[in-house]
Antibody, heavy 120, light 105 residues
């Protein structure tokens, strides 16, 4: 089955760190760009970070630049999001998303999301 | 940054209605626009890409049109399963979503 499954979410204190993982299956992971998108409680979708298929090109939203780092291990069909210096406004459901095209690519496969809560 | 403005933010409709959502870009994005459906607790689903291209397997009651800065998304005959929130997204320069349109009864 073609799917993306996120893990690693949870409760973290402001200023803390968390690493999200995304396991891909059912497709050739290494040929697709990958992305993270989030949705804060009661809000809409917000693009977070994008990574090319090889991992050589990366783009980050201004809201996370310098704090979040997206990476991938193609041999393990896995995408990661290292989140540092977390703030309350980072509280959201984080989605792992497959891209179709890079950098001009739409998002054609989404995971079900994982909740990250930043609170003391 | 490219801003995407969707309207309306909420839409009340009934089964069988024709529903139209508008998305406006702050600058020209050609046809680099996608539409997604999102239901609570579920993964968002791609419906349309390149402004008017229906994703394989998606019902033909969904359609999209437009180019440049003005785009339209239409559900020709609303079904019970279509009650959800719909988002437009530009992918011309980075990625930006509209604020969403909740389609409710």
């Amino acid at each position: 089955e073609v799917q993306l499954v996120e893990s690693g979410g949870g409760l973290v204190k402001p200023g803390g760190s968390l690493r999200l993982s995304c396991a891909a299956s059912g497709f050739t992971f290494s040929v697709y760009s990958m992305n993270w998108v989030r949705q804060a409680p009661g809000k809409g979708l917000e693009w977070v970070s994008s990574l090319s298929s090889s991992g050589s090109s990366r783009y980050d939203a201004d809201s996370v630049k310098g704090r979040f780092t997206v990476s991938r291990e193609n041999a393990k069909n896995s995408l990661y999001l290292q989140m540092n210096s977390l703030r309350a406004e980072d509280t959201a459901v984080y989605y792992c998303v497959r891209g179709n095209g890079f950098p001009r690519g739409y998002f054609d496969l989404w995971g079900r999301g994982i909740l990250v809560t930043v609170s003391s | 940054d490219i801003q995407m403005t969707q309207s309306p933010s909420t839409l009340s409709a009934s089964v069988g209605d024709r529903v139209t959502i508008t998305c406006r870009a702050s600058q020209s994005i050609g046809d680099w626009l996608a539409w997604y459906q999102h239901k609570p607790g579920k993964a968002p689903i791609l419906l349309i890409f390149k402004a008017s291209n229906l994703k394989s397997g998606v019902s033909s009651r969904f359609s999209g049109s437009g180019s440049g800065t003005e785009f339209t998304f239409t559900i020709s005959s609303l079904q019970a399963d279509d009650f959800a929130t719909y988002y437009c997204q530009q992918y011309h320069t980075y990625w930006t979503f509209g604020q969403g349109t909740k389609v409710e009864i």
